[in-house]
């Protein structure tokens, strides 16, 4: 914020205030109670403005279980921010319940259902405080356990929160609670729910399409309307707050911004990141009302009009803000959906041919066209005022552009650029790939494959070799680039050895009659899968979880990367992987030998092969043969 406060220029107010200010609280302020659906009833009273209304993807279910008469209980279950509370009020007023009673004080509701049945919803286990919380869980288990059919209680909890309470509850009555561990295997591994207990878990359902949603309901929002008879967009003014709307929006790209955006919250996703629709819907706020000088980092209605007089309108680019640019450190590390963005390091990462475009495009004769078809056509977020100035001055070789705060404020620029960049590049764009613009250079080829995957189509064959050769060289510690088969290798007995030169086996890139690789697609995870078998039959095969940064780690190091030199993590997640193919071939050996050994094989011998390497990085097993003397 600068110093001088951002006020209100002339009269009258602009006629979409009230909802711009109602959506400014859904973004990363420091106190967004209208994140709380608890909240939102009385924020829109006083607003007086439309809800934004998203879908409640597990109602339907939740209904058909409830007409099915099936006896027992339903958990509602997820994270903070997944809709708990929105999905059990839908549910409570689906199924006829006073919309007043609920908006009432107390966190237990009772509403009678056609069946008889009473229907007990506990909105928030985490409204309870300690023992507190011990009365509704006798309840759910004198429903589920005990086989009381005269209640079902629809209980809305956090995964870790419902654990811990039936943890302390069984401690306090010397056992370990029976709902516990049948929940903990449901929630972590995917296991059966328990009998008599329907869980709905809302964390599964959050990924690409609860962030289309979330735009959607924000973008088309009717109250953006009202935008058209406001005097802050006439007259060839350009009003941020409607330009990043209409931006996300997908009016001018088709889309791409979003199909970007929405590429980058699955991969966070695969790689174990949950972005719940409280933060996406943070995310889609900040992107259209983010401003580094405005009020909290957050552009109302009545500050528009300083931001034009200003000419700082491009210090809201909606593609900076899609990464937290315009919000303090602090509030950034506050914010899960806007760690996760950060860490694919867009406006760091880049190319020398972007950056050698951004900074020289403009004067190269060569470059000029590209410039002016990739940056120049924005004049409101691409080639500014302020970038053309700060490049000049740059080029020119001014001083004070080159040493202190002068070349520190063009490379904060450049960090702008790269990341429109990111999102505006189009996808054939030849020497310009956009996700070479982030630390997830192969998250596109990932994405991809995944997607073949789905469709049930064969991954494609330089990915597949790609994977292949990064396998072999995290195997053997050598440059192989063998992409027909994997040397399963150690050193003789250290199996985390980062150098291991002896094959123990070998086993097809393809798997063919039961043996080699197969690239699956693993239904609890969404996540592609390795699952390498050293023979024929059950329980010869090893299988290895690919998320998109372990994807990333194969192909940096199949591209001639040090598997140390990109991420340690991944490297003992692979040498782990090995270590269990690894004790995998030593059973098979060990099965083979007493085949020998019954066969009458003469046992004088020792039989090692060693990995060696043809001109060309081709690489083989040589077998030796060492007699035991006795």
Known sequence: MQDQSIATVGTSVPPSSAW????????????????????????IGRAKVQPIALSTPMLEPMNAHLASGKPGSMLIAGTAGDGKTYHCRALWTSMGGDPR???AKGNIKEHRLADGRLAVFVKDLSEFNGEESDAPLARLEKSVLGGDDSEIVILAANHGQVLDRLRDLGRRQGRNHPLRKPLQEFFLQ??????????????????????????????????????????????????????NRERLLGTGDG???????????????????????????????NMILGHRDAKDCLMSCAEVAWIQEQGAVDRASVYGNAFGANLPKRRLADRPVFKAMAAFGVGDETT??????????????????????????????????RLLSAQDKYLEGEEAARIDGGAAGFMDLLQEQRRRLFFTLPPDEEGYPFWSMTVFRFAGEYLEMRAALLDKKAVSETVRGRIVRGLNRVMTGLLIDNVDRIFVASSGGFTQSRVSVLCDTEAPSRRLNGVGMAIKLEANTGRPSLDISLAQ???????????????EFLSRVAEGALPGSFSNECLEDMLAFKAKLLRKAELFR????????????????????FIDIEQGGHGFSRPITVRISE
């Open 537 to 551: 039959g059950a329980g010869n095969s090893v299988a290895f979880d690919l998320t998109p940064v372990r994807f």
């Open 101 to 103: 009673a609920w908006a």
């Open 20 to 43: 711009v200010r109602f959506l400014r609280t859904y973004g990363p302020t420091p106190n967004n109670l209208t994140m709380f659906d608890e909240y939102v009833a009385g924020a």
């Open 590 to 609: 060990g099965r083979s030998q007493q085949d020998d050994d019954e066969a009458g094989a003469d046992s004088g011998s020792l039989t090692l092969n």
């Open 255 to 285: 889309a791409q911004l979003g199909r970007r955006l929405g590429d980058l919250v699955e991969i966070a996703r695969l790689n174990g990141q949950h972005l719940p629709v409280r933060d996406l819907l943070a995310l889609c706020a």
């Open 352 to 385: 020398n041919g972007a950056d050698g475009l951004l900074v020289y495009g403009k004067d190269d004769v060569k470059l000029a066209p590209t410039f002016a078809r990739l940056i120049g056509s924005d004049s409101i977020y691409g080639a500014t005022p």
């Open 190 to 243: 995917a296991g059966q729910e328990p009998e008599r207990l329907a869980v709905f878990d809302l964390s599964r359902s959050v990924g690409r399409m609860a962030l289309e949603e979330v735009v959607a309901a924000v973008a088309k929002h009717a109250e953006w309307d009202n935008c058209a008879r406001c005097a802050l967009k006439s007259g060839g003014k350009v009003c941020p707050i409607y330009e």
